[in-house]
């Protein structure tokens, strides 16, 4: 039985000016992606991975195009319900992407559901605790970002995404500063959230690792989906071999 | 908002520096504001208390013709108006709830002449007074440093130090009074210099002069040399004179000279107005009779050797009523009133503010109040521009930080308030501190009971004692003032962070 699609994009063009030309990162893209899945976008350095992944996580805007995000259309949406579908909708794990510095782990993982209001103290606390301790920092949990490691860092980015139980979940290099153990485990996290909640993972990526846990890929070239723009299904034995 | 004031109070910690510099300004500006507000408040108090309590009231009344207010330190010299009906506003001021009390005074300049014809004629100011109704009102106001004060009835004058000094400049003689000797440690520099030569007086003659330029010269004789309690500087130019030797002296009606009868046809010559004199020449019956013998008005000499009575004194022309009220905070609503009822009993007189009758001396506090807020404005404008600076630095260096917060799901809102609460927390606290520190100086100041004879430094301190004073309203103004500066240095560095894309902090990194 096929999902309904929770990323939906249609014509999509993104261009910058640079001086006196403009650059086209993304040439008329059409892509589905289905509710529930991992989903990789690969493609060199400049084909337009990055661009792509930031429309989609509604940090970026389109300069034409159609994209609808779990079933909302986002171009043309005010800030304010663009940032509430952000907080309520998404998750984002970006390579370098900074935590608050004056808060420590706890804190930074609780604080999206501080923003949304919806639990008591001691819910979210409990919450956080256990994503925490999902992402193997249950001992730095009253650690500030400043004293913790690269790959720690990554970790407490990875449970601040996936704390509010996003409906999807969008990561640049996930896992570009982990040891491949730390990696692992939070691909499985990932791979685990995702079959019991359903949450859509979207990754862009070089890691061949996680090319392994995804369900499509979508490779970029120069702005275009290549091989006939359309999601690229990844054999289902491979990755059962995974 | 515990998160916010939980991260603001984090960042400002985390920014000490910075904290530092906007909370080291926001420190001392309201120090600045609040000691500056207190020396300010308590020298507006002490003149009011020193002038209220010690020289003049709450309020004058003053003639309806006199054209400026400023009856009391008018350096032009101009002549006060003359008030003939006394007894026509004294029932209106009883009749008033809040009037504690009151004193008609007769108020002008005198010149001072001098038997030397080297000398250079001056003017003093004379304040005539019925000195035992005056020293009722004002007790305590001041002291004999030589000789002694005038006894209730007596003629003479009481010249203070300052008046001295001027007349010395004026005459070439330096005042002893009657009965005392010289006093080395009291002379001027001036005289000092010339001590072999100095000659010395035990009275002085004034030539007074009245709105009709006509003039007479008086004898003083010297009584004391005398010193205001407070505010000697600017009350040390006043004379104290009795009020009929006053009266003489400008030419007014005196108590003495009312009592005399007056021929029917005499009361009508002085009755008559100006534009009625041409009528003299006019008819017959009211010219001179050269033809009859130039006797005494019967009685005349009887009446005006009797003792005066207070009403008899009170008779006479005055130019100025002093009123204490009961309550001083009630002097607008009282003048409002005072003015109303001076109107409808037809009296020919208006009431004015102790304030407006100083004219500069009374606006001396609100003129170096404005001073001193254009002074602490243009810190406030200064401190406005660098924290605006600082903060803007601080929110173009937080772009990762506060862009991956918005890309998380903060709004622009939760930005703005974070924003406002650090700026916020700088102003309670150094703000606060710069109060309290500003409150603690000025209470310090006044239980140390700092007290000068400088007459310059009393001008100062509104009074001999310094009393700095710190009402419930300046610490709100200054509070606001602080928030207000918080405020508008916040807007646009919160503006510039409220933009803050999470595009912009990924393209940082």
């Known amino acids: 039985m096929t999902k309904p699609n929770i990323i939906e994009i249609r014509g999509l063009t993104k261009d910058y000016p640079l001086g006196k030309t403009t650059v086209h990162a993304l040439r008329g893209i059409d892509l589905n992606i289905e509710a529930g899945t991992i989903t990789s976008i690969i493609g060199p350095s400049g084909s337009g991975k990055t661009t792509l992944l930031n429309i989609i996580g509604c940090i970026d805007t389109a300069s034409s195009g159609a994209v609808q995000v779990a079933g909302k259309e986002i171009t043309g949406l005010s800030d304010r319900k663009i940032t509430d579908l952000r907080l309520h909708t998404i998750g984002f794990i970006f390579q370098t992407f900074n935590l608050i510095p004056v808060l420590d782990v706890l804190e930074n993982v609780e604080f999206p559901l501080l923003l949304m209001k919806k639990q008591s103290a001691a819910e979210i606390r409990k919450r956080a605790e256990r994503l925490v301790e999902a992402v193997g920092l249950k001992e730095h949990s009253r650690h500030r970002p400043a004293e913790l490691s690269g790959g720690q860092r990554q970790r407490v980015a990875i449970a601040r995404a996936l704390v509010t139980n996003p409906s999807i979940v969008l990561a640049d290099e996930p896992t570009a500063n982990l040891d491949s153990e730390t990696g692992a485990q939070i691909l499985e996290l990932m791979r685990e959230m995702n079959r019991q909640e359903g949450t859509t993972f979207i990754f862009s990526t070089h890691d061949s690792n996680i090319l392994k846990y995804a369900k499509s890929i979508t490779r970029l070239k120069d702005g275009r989906i290549d091989g006939g723009q359309k999601a690229q299904k990844v054999p289902a034995r491979k990755r059962s071999k995974a | ?379 406030f404008v200064v401190a406005i521009i660098i924290i605006i600076n600082t903060l803007t630095m601080a929110a173009m260096e937080r772009v990762p930080e506060i862009g991956m917060m918005r890309a998380v799901g903060a709004q622009k809102r939760f930005i703005r308030a974070m924003f406002f609460g650090e700026t916020g927390m700088l102003a309670a606290v150094f703000g606060g501190a710069g109060l309290l520190l500003g409150a603690l100086t000025v209470n310090v100041i006044t239980l140390m009971h700092i007290t000068t004879t400088n007459d310059f430094v009393q001008l100062l301190y509104g009074g001999d004692t310094f009393r700095p004073l710190l009402r419930w309203g300046d610490l709100l103004v200054i509070v606001v003032e602080i928030g207000l500066v918080t405020l508008i240095a916040a807007l646009y560095p919160v503006r510039v962070a409220s933009q803050i894309k999470p595009l912009d902090a990924i393209a940082r990194d």
Not at chain 2, 35 to 59: H, K, L, P, T, Y
Not at chain 2, 184 to 195: G, I, P, Q, Y
């Open chain 2, 1 to 379: 908002m515990r998160l916010i004031l939980k991260i603001a109070w984090r960042n400002l910690l985390r920014h000490k520096g910075k904290s530092l510099v906007i909370g080291g300004i926001l420190f001392l500006g309201a120090l600045l504001m609040t000691v500056g507000n207190g020396v300010i408040s308590g020298m507006d108090r002490g003149i009011e208390q020193n002038v209220v309590n010690g020289f003049v009231g709450d309020i004058l009344v003053i003639s309806d013709k006199q054209k400026s207010d400023n009856v009391l330190i008018d350096m032009m010299g101009s002549l006060i108006e003359p008030i003939a009906n006394y007894p026509q506003i004294k029932p209106v001021l009883a009749g008033l709830p809040n009037v504690e009390s009151f004193l008609p005074v007769g108020k002008n300049m005198g010149m001072a002449l001098s038997d030397d014809p080297n000398a250079q004629p001056g003017y003093i100011f004379l304040l005539g007074v019925d000195f035992g109704v005056y020293r009722r009102m004002f007790p305590d106001n001041m002291s004999a440093q030589e000789g002694r004060l005038l006894e209730p009835g007596e003629p003479g004058i009481l010249v203070p130090k300052h008046a001295r000094e001027q007349f010395y400049n004026f005459t070439n003689r330096w005042i002893v009074p009657e009965g005392c000797s010289l006093v080395e440690d009291n002379l001027s520099k001036d005289a000092k210099e010339n001590r072999a030569d100095l000659l010395t007086m035990d009275s002085v003659v004034m030539m007074g002069m009245n709105v009709e330029n006509s003039s007479t010269d008086v004898r003083f004789p010297v009584k004391g040399i005398i010193k205001y309690r407070a505010l000697d500087t600017i009350l040390g130019h006043f004379c104290i004179t009795d009020i009929e030797s006053y009266r003489e002296c400008m030419g007014y009606f005196s108590a003495s000279a009312q009592k005399i009868p007056v021929a029917k046809d005499n009361q009508n010559i002085l009755a008559m107005q100006d534009s009625n004199l041409d009528a003299l020449f006019a008819s017959d019956n009211l010219m001179v009779d050269n033809n009859r013998p130039m006797v005494p008005t019967p009685g005349a000499a009887a009446a005006a050797s009797a003792p005066l009575t207070g009403q008899d004194i009170e008779s006479g022309v005055y130019n100025l009523v002093f009123v204490k009220l009961k309550n001083h905070g009630l002097q607008a609503q009282t003048l409002q009133d005072l003015n109303r009822a001076l109107a409808e009993a037809k009296t020919g007189a208006r009431a004015i503010s102790w304030k407006k009758a100083f004219g500069v001396i009374g606006s001396m506090t609100t003129l170096i109040k404005g001073a001193l807020t254009l002074f602490v404005g243009f810190l």
